[in-house]
């Protein structure tokens, strides 16, 4: 008895070996705390996605039960912080979230739940660069801006936005990039100024889309019970704080575009070509609070961090099979009612992930060589079990050759963005641009 009370000691011991304290910390700081996570805990996987413009690491920490790679069936799930470099209490917040998702698998049972069920990717900092720059002031600081000076929420390829897009900066490729190789279900994005969730549409182009003045967007239903999540289960958002001067937002949350159009911003991105929902979290009028609030803001946001991460076991989710019962990849499967964009396809797994409220659906799945398979489901639950309903879509070969795609893909391929290729960025011309858009077109085509 005795032994096992010292081995217990030695073992607190041992594990405070990391901590962390409520106050701003340093890029190096940062690192040097999310090396250590790495080493100490079994079930977190450390990598970076990429480098900001001043050669700073996009470092992503990975939490789960199988923390380095993907599995059959864990739905893949982000939150994103200090995109805006003087927006600094997301950062702070996902510090703590590490902290507390370390201290609480396999004894608090809410946090053991997630870890089991979710693969869950931190990125603390999306703009290093502006937060290193940003001076301790509660409205505007340049460290908004990457070291280029670009707002890096305006810079993603924009759906409605026929404009062609200028130089994709550093902090951006890297999240596109981060994008296709991981098929992630559900994300936030960590953000402050006002105290709201924002659900997309965040742009819009005067389209059938724009309806009394919000931007909505297929899965609206889903996006509000998302961000309804988050303004309910915080202390304080859902009673619609206007901050200084910004608009009354009723339940703490607002549709994107009803706030204010916003083009190139991230979470369209990841809702029309990621097919991945977005919404934006703003977490606190002063964006860079005194520490002596970061107790407070960590106390008002932790079961609404926490929550809003469950709402990934929404839906329906599984894999469609081809005649031979193989994955398919790159499999149509649409919702009724529901014209994304893009539409939703099977990821290299043949799996899709798809957030539904509860209530009946009907699916419609399209493969190349099959019949068009169309089925009703009922989803019976909300995201308490920890997992969406699983079903497996089960293709029959058709005997005539079918077309390929419901509908045409090439509005699916994002609009052409430069790479910076060091001093030629400049030189690739209209018939480069057209050679790669044509390129791409053809990629696209080809992935059927
Ligand atoms: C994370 O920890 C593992 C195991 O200790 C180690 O092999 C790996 O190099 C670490 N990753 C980073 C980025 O430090
Ligand atoms: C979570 O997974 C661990 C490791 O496999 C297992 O020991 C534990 O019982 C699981 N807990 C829950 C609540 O699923
Ligand atoms: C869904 O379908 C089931 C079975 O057909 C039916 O009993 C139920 O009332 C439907 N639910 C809704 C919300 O339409
Ligand atoms: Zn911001």
Known sequence: MFLFALCLYLGK?????????????????????????????????????????????????????NPAEHRMGIPEFKYVGNMHGNEVVGRVLLLQLIDHLT???????LVTRLLNS????????????????????????????NKNGI???RNFPDAFSKKESGMTEMEVRAIMDWLKTESFVLSANLHGGAVVA?????????????????????????????????????????KGDHCYD?????????????????????????????????????LSCCKYPPESDLPGLWDANRAALLAYMQQVHLGV??????????????????VEGRQNLCPFR???????????????????????????????????????????????FQLQRSAAATPGPSRPTQSCTPPQVWRPLGGHSSSLGPSGGTILLVLLVLRDTMLL
């Open 346 to 392: 099977t990821d290299r797994h043949g799996e899709y992930y798809r957030l539904l409220l509860p209530g009946n659906y009907t699916f419609r799945v399209t493969f190349p060589g099959h019949q068009v398979l169309t089925e009703t489901l009922t989803v019976p639950y909300g995201p308490d079990s920890f997992s969406a309903l699983v079903h497996n």
């Open 151 to 153: 707002d890096l929420n």
């Open 246 to 282: 910004s608009k009354d937002f009723m339940e703490g949350i607002t549709n994107g575009y009803y706030w204010y159009p916003l083009p190139g911003g991230m979470q369209d991105y990841n809702y029309v070509w990621g097919q991945c929902l977005e919404i934006t979290l703003e």
């Open 103 to 109: 201290r609480g698998y396999l004894s608090d049972p």
């Open 317 to 334: 989710k599984g894999q469609v099979l081809d005649a031979e019962g193989n994955p398919s990849q790159n499999a149509l499967v649409e």
């Open 198 to 238: 924002s659900y997309p549409y965040d742009n819009s182009n005067g389209g059938s889309e724009l309806q009394s003045g919000s931007s909505v967007a297929p899965d609206n239903d889903v996006l509000i019970q998302l961000a309804k999540t988050y303004s309910y289960t915080h202390s304080q958002m859902h």
């Open 13 to 65: 011991l041992v594990s405070s070996g990391v901590s962390l304290e409520f106050r701003y910390h340093n890029t190096v700081e940062v690192e040097r705390y999310l090396r250590d996570v790495n080493n100490t805990f079994d079930f977190t996987h450390l990598h970076s996605i990429g480098k900001s413009v001043e050669g700073r690491d996009l470092w992503v920490l990975i939490l789960g039960k």
């Open 118 to 145: 979710t693969r869950v990717h931190i990125l603390v900092s999306m703009n290093p660069d502006g937060f290193e720059s940003s001076s301790r002031d509660c409205m505007y600081s340049q460290g908004r801006f």
